[in-house]
């Protein structure tokens, strides 16, 4: 049970984002995460659309570099510690994440987390996230979201 997401180099330029932007808006498509970490001459934008497979063809016509990669949407309750709870669940299963960005949603004002573990630990993160009751979204309702 895993979201694609998006990552795409942009330059580290001036109006670069804007132009990623509007290639997905002129495309209708739209976000419903988004992260960007910058370097030097390049940043690594990662993103979770509305319908990734049109978006990494978009991309591709584009001359865009990008790849698609599962990730684990879950969810996080509005209280204290909660993210604690799902990090601690992780770290006593051993599933180390490479890295982690949050989205809210309109829809019903949740907060959720894109963690991304290594390809050979989903299913064991999947597994400990399920039995301690943490939700976690599926790509076919991440649109509706």
Known sequence: MT???????????????AEFVELLRANGIDMRALSLAEAADFGVLRTIVSDPD????VLSDAGSISAVTPVLA??????PGALYHILDILKEGNVNLEYTYAFTTRKDQGAYMVFRVADKSIDKA?????????GIVAQ???YDL
């Open 126 to 134: 999947i597994e400990l996230l399920a039995d301690n009751g943490i």
């Open 54 to 57: 049109k978006a990494q063809k």
């Open 140 to 142: 076919e309702d991440i």
């Open 3 to 17: 979201v694609k997401q998006i990552s795409v180099f942009v330059e580290n330029k001036p109006g670069k984002l």
């Open 74 to 79: 879950v969810e996080v309750s509005d209280e």
